[in-house]
C-alpha cells in the first residue's frame, strides 16, 4: 500500500527594522498569512532628507514608515530606499527594511530545492523572498520548506523523501524515521493491516488465528449467529448458547434427541432433530424453545428426517427426505414440494422460501423458490454442481457448490461462477453481508471474502485461516464464527 507523508509548517514570524539615531529597533510582526512590512505592489520609500551646510551637515530625517502588505511567495519584497543625500555629508537614514516574501511550498515531482535568500537586517534593502514552488520530495515525499525571509537568508529545506513500502510491510507507527517498520504477515498488532489486533495474539499469513469461544463440544451439528450470541445444537442431545465475548455460557435443554439445525428468529430458537427413543423410523421432529431459555414446544413429530430450518414471518420451514414443510402460528403443518429425491439447504426473506435439491421427476441440481402469498413457485437452474448452501440478496440466489460459489438471477435465467479458482474447494457455508460473499471453505482451511458482482474473472482473498474444516459458519460486522467437529470447537477471529 502507497502512503504519503505530508509536514505542514505554520507561517514564518516576519520583522520590520528601522534605525532612528543610534538605536536600531525591531518590530515583530506575527502573521498568520503572508504579511510583512513591505508593499503588495510598490516599496516603502524614505522621505526628503534635510538640507546640509558648508561643513559636514546633520543627517536628514528618517523616512516615513511603510507598514503595507508583504507580496505572496514568489514576488520578491523589497525594502525602502535610501532617502537623498543632504547637503551636508551624512546622507539621510534609510527607510525601513522589507521583509522576505512567505513561501507557500508544494511537493512536487523533483528532489527537494532551496529557499531563495532572506534579507539582511544590515542593509537598507530587503532580500529576495524564498520561491514559491519550493519543490518537495518525490511522489510520496512531504512539502518543500519554506522561502527565506529578511532575517533568514536560505528558506527552508524541502520535505522529506519517502517511498511505497515493500509487499509485506507498512507505514504504522506514524513515525517517518522508521518507514515501513511493520510487518503485517506476523505482527499481531497490525495483522494484515495497521491497527488490526489479533485476540488470540497470533497472527499468521496477515490473517490473525481464530480464538476459541467453546471448547469440548461433543458431537456438534449446527451453529448461528443471533445478535450477542452464538447458539448450537449436537447430536448428543444439547442445545446452548454463549455470548461473543464467551463470557456467559448457557444450556437452554438437553437429553433426548440427536440435533440437526437450527434457526433464530424473532426471538426463539427452532431447532430439528430426532428422538432417540421410540419404536419406528419416524422419529424426527422440529421443536422452538425462547431464546433466553424456558419450555421446549415441539412444532412438529413423526417426520423422516428433517434437516435445516429457515423461519420468516410466513411460517418455519424446514427440509426432511420426504419434501418441504411449513409450521405455521395456528400449528399448521404443510406439505410445500414432495417431489424431492435429495435436499440440500434452505434460504428465506420476506418474499421467498428457496430451497437446493435433485427431483424425482427430472435430472440435474435446481433451487425452487416459492411465493407464500401466491403459493406459485419458480425454478431455477443450478447448474452440474450440487448446491452445498444458500445466500441471497434482491436479485440472485447465491450458493456453494464443490467447485466454487455460483449465483442465479432469481427472475430466472443461466447460473455463472462468481469469482475463479475454486476448483476442488468444497464451500460449506456462505454468508452475504452488503455487498460482499464471505465464504468458508473446507478443503481450503479458510474463510475468502469476494464481491458478490465480481463475475467469472473475480478473485477471492483469503482473510482467515482456519485449521479444521467447517461444519458450520456466520460473521457481524467485526468477527467471523466458524463450527469444527474435530475437534468440536467454536471459533472467532477478527474480519
Request: proline share 5%.
Amino acid at each position: 500500500m502507497l502512503r504519503r507523508c505530508a509536514r505542514h509548517i505554520p507561517p514564518k514570524s516576519r520583522f520590520c527594522v528601522f534605525r532612528t539615531g543610534q538605536t536600531l529597533a525591531v518590530v515583530l510582526l506575527l502573521l498568520g498569512g503572508a504579511s510583512s512590512c513591505g508593499g503588495d505592489s510598490e516599496r516603502a520609500t524614505g522621505s526628503t532628507v534635510g538640507t546640509g551646510g558648508e561643513t559636514p551637515g546633520t543627517a536628514g530625517a528618517a523616512g516615513a514608515d511603510a507598514s503595507n502588505t508583504a507580496g505572496a511567495g514568489n514576488n520578491s519584497a523589497s525594502g525602502g530606499s535610501p532617502g537623498a543625500a543632504g547637503g551636508g555629508v551624512s546622507a539621510g537614514t534609510a527607510g525601513l527594511v522589507g521583509t522576505g516574501g512567505n513561501a507557500s511550498s508544494t511537493g512536487g515531482a523533483a528532489l527537494s530545492g532551496a529557499g531563495g535568500a532572506g534579507g539582511s537586517s544590515q542593509v537598507p534593502i530587503g532580500g529576495t523572498g524564498g520561491v514559491a514552488s519550493n519543490t518537495g520530495g518525490t511522489a510520496p515525499g512531504g512539502t518543500g520548506g519554506v522561502g527565506g525571509s529578511s532575517q533568514v537568508p536560505t528558506g527552508g529545506a524541502g520535505g522529506a523523501v519517502t517511498a511505497p513500502c515493500e509487499y509485506g510491510l507498512d507505514e504504522c507507527d506514524g513515525d517517518p524515521a522508521t518507514w515501513c517498520e511493520t510487518l503485517l504477515i506476523l505482527d499481531p498488532e497490525h495483522c494484515g493491516r495497521c491497527g488490526r489486533v489479533c485476540a488470540s495474539g497470533e497472527c499468521m499469513q496477515g490473517m490473525c488465528t481464530g480464538v476459541v469461544l467453546v471448547d469440548g463440544i461433543d458431537q456438534p451439528a449446527d451453529m448461528v449467529l443471533d445478535g450477542e450470541w452464538v447458539y448450537w445444537v449436537t447430536q448428543g442431545g444439547m442445545l446452548e448458547r454463549i455470548s461473543i465475548t464467551g463470557d456467559n455460557r448457557e444450556t437452554l435443554t438437553s437429553g433426548g434427541f440427536d440435533g440437526a439445525a437450527l434457526v433464530v428468529y424473532d426471538g426463539v430458537v427452532y431447532w430439528s432433530g430426532r428422538y432417540v427413543e421410540g419404536t419406528g423410523s419416524l422419529l424426527g421432529f422440529v421443536a422452538s424453545i425462547p431464546s433466553e431459555g424456558g419450555s421446549t414446544t415441539t412444532l412438529a413429530d413423526g417426520l423422516e428426517g428433517p434437516q435445516q430450518l429457515a423461519a420468516v414471518p410466513s411460517g418455519v420451514y424446514w427440509l426432511d427426505f420426504m419434501g418441504v414443510y411449513r409450521w405455521t402460528p395456528d400449528a399448521e403443518v404443510v406439505a410445500i414440494d414432495t417431489d424431492i429425491l435429495g435436499a440440500f439447504d434452505i434460504v428465506a426473506d420476506v418474499r421467498e422460501v428457496c430451497w437446493a435439491l435433485e427431483r424425482l421427476s427430472s435430472e440435474g441440481y435446481i433451487i425452487n423458490c416459492y411465493d407464500p402469498a401466491s403459493g406459485a413457485s419458480v425454478e431455477l437452474d443450478a447448474g452440474e454442481g450440487r448446491p452445498t448452501h444458500l445466500a441471497m440478496d434482491e436479485e440472485f440466489i447465491y450458493f456453494g457448490t464443490s467447485e466454487g460459489v455460483s449465483r442465479v438471477p432469481r427472475a430466472g435465467g443461466t447460473a455463472e461462477p462468481v469469482g475463479t479458482g475454486w476448483s476442488g474447494y468444497i464451500v460449506p457455508r456462505i454468508v452475504l453481508m452488503g455487498d460482499t460473499l464471505l465464504v468458508a471453505t473446507a478443503a481450503a482451511g479458510g474463510v475468502w471474502t469476494i464481491p458478490k458482482d465480481a463475475g467469472p474473472d473475480g478473485y477471492a482473498t483469503r482473510v482467515s485461516p482456519v485449521a479444521a474444516p467447517p461444519i458450520a459458519f456466520a460473521a457481524d460486522d467485526n468477527y467471523f464464527y466458524w463450527l469444527t467437529e474435530d475437534p468440536g470447537q467454536i471459533l472467532r477471529a477478527e474480519r
